[in-house]
């Protein structure tokens, strides 16, 4: 077993100025190990990792190293200490060349660039690293320029190395070379925590796993002990015992309402592609859910739908007219309402009345405008009969967005939706991190809608919403649709092996088989 | 809410008094009682009317300089170019009177130059705004350097194109009576520039928060994602703003040369646009606040100047307590933000606590 630990993290809580990010987190990290922290977006997993780099100072708890309390107040005092993150985006002076990164800092006055060239050159040649300590970093591929990095943590000797997804910007081969540059560091006695939502990258590499879910730690297990089914109910949530079916409403025989053919998106200077070859159709009356493990293309998804990002190839239709050229205010007038998933960046404007977020995506249409001035009586009547239909706890149609809770601001978006979606709607996370009450209301409004022959895109991680509201049920992983399943045709097990990356066929030795 | 409103009054008072308090140190300095010094600033003001109603004409440019930064400011772009604009809103003022100013009515000449004044300053503005959408200049940098072109420009005018028939000094020939703007107090230099810039902010503020394009671009500025999700084209709206921010410091370029100096000067005003951004501050942004501030300072630089003729102290003095005052206003600004940050994690960690 290994030793005392190197790192022990005790009891820290961080807040922002409106969220709780990490609440009473306590692990540890120990030498000679590659720790996973795994979480789906926005879990904690980087802010307590920036906590313990010195970027972020928590509220409360303490940092031990080596069983002794210390103050890390800076990424300096990290670095002093042994420890090195490399963040998401990299932190490289584009405009230096490799060597000059990596002594940044380390060196005063007139330095001899032959020098650290050589010395530079023998540790990228140590480490099996093709890396010219003289090119310029902004001329290098992203992938050298995550190799830059790890170079300067291994200058400095680091004890402790934290990497920050560091496989979202790297190819297949690349993201394997990195694993097995991790399993060579940590049998040279160091420590390495990956940051990462992705399950099959930690069963690969890690030796123990640290589960987060909404700041807090909701697991910590060694590799042996666990597999990609446990760990993906830890991500998603609870295990689902009552599971409820909605009834057949029939859907298959009505027409098609919105239709995705072959729908490829990539970012652009990206190699990777965001989603790949999407084809899916939802019919009027149908719920189609879109289950997955966060990070999986889903935001992509809603990007390409709602017409926020340009599709690479493909079409999207809506009641067979093709609206892929359309733009998002057009696909909005055609009646594709959207709930976006962070709904305090994407769906609401924190600072402004629930009036003038009412009238957000409405600002164009011309029955809300007298004698060129917003017509506000009508609006403020409109939004005050929202707030009664749709139960929302504010105090009046004045209040400010911010000042309501996290389940009312979403009656505010999904009223405002609603009503502009009068085809199809897409919900992105409808009910994450709001209480039973708000998610039982918003589930109703999801089947009204339905009922009322709207087409419904319901994406989600929590299973049992996915199967308590869906007519059909799609698994997205890595960008692509490992398949379409009617509801009643899928159970945990089988859902959660295609979460993880697995298609009938290829199941791994580590899952159970189904048992019933 | 309330607690909110109590920081921004108490601040800014705050900062005016700590501003006024950091130049009368300095007057120690120089051996002067900075009581008696601003005794005369304050009591000088109401000795006639002209000194008073001055108050109003300094007032003026100030407004639509002020503005300039405000409206950009609402939809989160810097426009620090508000000298540059008011410079190109001069030039074209003077340039257009003198042409048009035998040929047509003195009336309509005023109507045609202000048209002209809002076209030129705006394609100014609008530039500024274009390259930030296009090719995501940044516009802090683009629009301050701007400013230094419109200043050359107008340089090499006043020595080629616009300089006086006498030849003598970089200026231009002084503009028919009939083409100034009407004096509203008979015995002092009010004109109707000041009416005018009232008006516009009370417009701007009607733009702003009644209509459908003054609520797209405080979208924009206030929540851009949500705003691009819900089908706003902010690219567009940063054109417009910028814009519409030019013409406005363009039009205090045609007040003041059609209302006040009725001719160019080489060099006039070279701080309008920096006082317009700590007035826009002092206002909170606020078009109907920034009538208010902008006489606060009007009133600050009268009566610096005659404190500075009657005391014998350095008029300069006047110059370094508005930048005191403007320096507190704006850090008035940071502590507001820092105030209104920790109350909110006061309150998430009582809730989290209570949880």
Known sequence: MPAAPFVELRNISKYFAKVVANQDVSLQIRKGEVLALLGENGAGKSTIMKVLYGLYKAEEGQILLDGEEKVINSPKDAMRLGIAMIQQHFALVQAHTVTENIILGLVRGRFDRKHYDKIVAELAADHGFAVDPAAVVSELPVGVQQKVEILKALYQNAQLLIMDEPTAVLTPQESDALMNFMQQNTRAGKAVVFITHKLREVMEVADRIVVMRNGRVVGDLRKEETDEIELSKLMVGREIHDRTYVQDSGFGSRPVALELQNVSLREPKEELFRLKNISFQVHKGEVLGIAGVSGNGQDSLCDAISGYRRLTKGKILLNGENITAKSVRERIQIGIGYVPSDRQRYGLIMSMKLTENMFLKRSFEEVWVKRALIDEPKLDAYTTEKIHTYAVKATGPDAVARSLSGGNQQKVILAREVDLGSEAIIFDQPTRGLDLGAIEHIHRTILNEKEKGKAIVLISTELSEIFGLSDRIAVIYRGEILGIYKNRELDTEKIGLLMAGYTPGTAPETSQPCEQ | ?355
Not at chain 2, 217 to 225: L, N, P, S, Y
Not at chain 2, 324 to 346: P, Q, T
């Open chain 2, 1 to 355: 809410m309330n607690s909110k409103l109590r920081d921004f009054l108490v601040t800014n008072i705050l900062a005016v008094v700590l501003g006024l308090t950091a130049s009368g140190l300095l007057l120690l300095f120089l051996g002067e009682n900075p009581l008696a010094a601003m005794g005369t600033l304050f009591g000088s003001l109401f000795r006639d009317s002209y000194t008073f109603a001055d108050i109003f004409v300094k007032a003026t440019p100030l407004m639509f300089t002020a503005l300039a930064f405000a409206f950009t400011f609402q939809a989160n772009l810097f426009n620090i170019g508000a000298q540059g604009q008011f410079y190109i809103g001069a030039i074209t003022a003077v340039g257009f009177s003198l042409l048009l100013q035998d040929k047509l009515p003195g009336l309509l000449v005023l109507i045609i130059v202000l048209v002209l004044t809002i076209l030129f300053g705006g394609l100014w503005g609008g530039l500024i705004g274009w390259l930030k959408a296009r090719f995501n200049a940044n516009e802090f940098l683009v629009s301050m350097m701007s400013s230094y072109v419109a200043l050359n420009i107008m340089n090499y005018l006043l020595r080629t194109l616009l300089l006086e028939s006498k030849g003598e000094y970089p200026q231009t020939n002084p503009l028919d009576s009939a083409v100034w703007l009407q004096t509203i107090v008979p015995g002092t230099r009010l004109h109707s520039g000041f009416i005018l810039a009232v008006l516009s902010c009370i417009g701007i503020w009607v733009l702003l928060y009644k209509t459908p394009l003054g609520f797209r671009i405080r979208a924009v500025g206030q929540g851009k994602d949500a705003a691009e999700m819900a089908g706003i084209n902010y690219k567009t709206l940063y054109v417009v703003a910028f814009f519409i921010s030019g013409a406005l410091a363009a039009i205090g370029g045609f007040t003041e040369v059609n209302g006040v100096q009725h001719m160019l000067v080489q060099g006039f005003n070279p701080d309008i646009g920096a006082a317009g951004i700590g007035i826009a501050i002092l206002a909170n942004g606020n078009p109907i606040g920034i009538i208010f501030a902008a006489i606060l300072f009007g009133a600050l630089k009268v009566g610096g100047t005659i404190m500075g003729q009657l005391s014998g102290i350095p008029s300069s003095i006047t110059e370094l307590m508005l930048g005191f005052v403007m320096v507190f206003v704006i850090l008035a600004y940071f502590v507001r933000e820092k105030l209104e940050d920790n109350r909110e994690k006061a309150k998430l960690k009582k809730t989290t606590v209570n949880a």
